[in-house]
């Protein structure tokens, strides 16, 4: 199986890019120390836009300071198939969609959307095949404003993709199929391969490509200074150590929390027993994502910080709205917030999403974020 690398002659390097993506503005660009590999304090940087109190008054907006180190999402890109349907088949029974679509998604895809929806630059490191479907993920993420220089185009296996269906209340069962971003992986990326990890502001990951790659990615980052967030949505299967004991933050909803626990988590009082076992595992902060409850982040030796959803007018589809929650919580901690204003930032990105049908469309931008922290 032939193996691909993120080399220099690939484009993969943040000071070589030969085919530039035109990166979103930022209304009031964060200001960062020119040493970029070191993990954001909790020292508040100059992003006036940011506050829940902000002037409603628009203000002129400044290009993006070159020197921002950027989010760095390393994951999956899905075509996403939608199927609008009444309820789940039961077995053996075959239904018909009200409708069908497809959609550019994947956990790794969908969270490099949304750090570029909210105004911060973004970089995409993944896999698709050469087909329409890799096409459509590529298109989406580069209008967005995604720099996909990372972005590997295999002729060896087809992109990914999802079977989302979707019910009347806005809730979804996924079945995946990995293609491109299972295959063709090189089993040691070399150092001009992670040299794009090495210089972000904070790097994602998810489950949705092999751990072998997460636990290369995870360590690179850990080694320069660079925080790490693994969303432990996608494979069904034990985490290694090794991957947990490189991350900073481990963010599982409650059922993923349970299954990789083996614990009850249907109270909070379970799910806090069942973090403390993630604390044993070697993760020091774990954000759980609690759906209608809204979310919890519990770090070792410290008082859980909570954070009620904030309702949305109306629910149409849940898709994506754990990776915005998870992409807009890592952009909030590179820009310098304090965990309860990520967390309170985050909460209003998913509380907009799941107002929009699909995954990538229903991503918010900043503006409405913003807008929506200065109404509740």
């Given at each position: 199986m032939k193996a691909m690398s993120f080399s220099p002659a690939n484009h993969c390097n943040l000071k070589l890019q030969k085919n530039p993506i035109k990166q979103p503005i930022l209304a009031n660009p964060t200001h960062f120390s020119s040493h970029q590999n070191q993990k954001p304090s909790n020292k508040k940087h100059q992003f006036p836009s940011f506050s829940i109190k902000a002037s409603k008054t628009p203000q002129t907006p400044l290009t993006k300071n070159p020197d921002t180190p950027p989010l760095v999402v390393v994951g999956s890109a899905n075509a996403d198939i939608y199927v609008e349907i009444d309820r789940l088949p039961k077995e053996g029974e075959t239904i018909s969609a009200k409708t069908g679509q497809t959609l550019a998604g994947g956990k790794g895809a969908n969270q490099a959307a949304c750090g570029a929806k909210l105004s911060y630059p973004t970089y995409f490191v993944g896999q698709v095949g050469e087909d329409a479907h890799g096409r459509l993920i590529t298109e989406a993420l580069k209008n967005g404003g995604v720099n996909l220089d990372c972005v590997r185009n295999l002729s060896d296996a087809p992109t990914g993709h999802a079977v989302v269906m979707l019910?009347?209340?806005?809730?979804?069962?996924?079945?995946?199929?990995?293609?491109?971003?299972?295959?063709?992986?090189?089993?040691?990326?070399?150092?001009?391969?992670?040299?794009?990890?090495?210089?972000?502001?904070?790097?994602?990951?998810?489950?949705?490509?092999?751990?072998?790659?997460?636990?290369?990615?995870?360590?690179?980052?850990?080694?320069?200074?660079?925080?790490?967030?693994?969303?432990?949505?996608?494979?069904?299967?034990?985490?290694?150590?090794?991957?947990?004991?490189?991350?900073?933050?481990?963010?599982?909803?409650?059922?993923?929390?349970?299954?990789?626990?083996?614990?009850?988590?249907?109270?909070?009082?379970?799910?806090?027993?069942?973090?403390?076992?993630?604390?044993?595992?070697?993760?020091?902060?774990?954000?759980?994502?609690?759906?209608?409850?809204?979310?919890?982040?519990?770090?070792?030796?410290?008082?859980?910080?909570?954070?009620?959803?904030?309702?949305?007018?109306?629910?149409?589809?849940?898709?994506?709205?754990?990776?915005?929650?998870?992409?807009?919580?890592?952009?909030?901690?590179?820009?310098?917030?304090?965990?309860?204003?990520?967390?309170?930032?985050?909460?209003?990105?998913?509380?907009?999403?799941?107002?929009?049908?699909?995954?990538?469309?229903?991503?918010?931008?900043?503006?409405s974020v913003l807008h929506l922290l200065q109404t509740v």
């Open positions: 019910q009347p209340d806005g809730q979804n069962s996924i079945i995946i199929v990995g293609g491109a971003n299972m295959s063709c992986w090189p089993e040691k990326l070399s150092d001009e391969d992670l040299e794009v990890v090495r210089k972000a502001g904070v790097v994602l990951l998810q489950r949705e490509i092999p751990d072998l790659v997460n636990i290369q990615v995870a360590k690179a980052a850990r080694s320069a200074g660079v925080p790490v967030i693994l969303d432990a949505g996608g494979m069904d299967a034990p985490i290694p150590p090794e991957l947990l004991n490189a991350v900073d933050i481990f963010s599982p909803n409650e059922s993923e929390l349970a299954r990789l626990t083996c614990m009850s988590t249907e109270s909070f009082e379970q799910i806090g027993q069942a973090v403390v076992k993630c604390h044993k595992m070697g993760v020091k902060q774990v954000l759980v994502k609690l759906g209608a409850k809204g979310s919890a982040l519990f770090i070792e030796g410290e008082k859980p910080i909570k954070q009620p959803i904030i309702s949305a007018a109306r629910v149409l589809d849940t898709t994506g709205a754990g990776d915005t929650f998870t992409a807009a919580f890592a952009v909030a901690l590179v820009e310098g917030k304090t965990k309860e204003e990520c967390m309170r930032f985050a909460a209003a990105a998913a509380s907009l999403c799941v107002q929009v049908k699909g995954a990538i469309p229903s991503m918010p931008d900043r503006p």
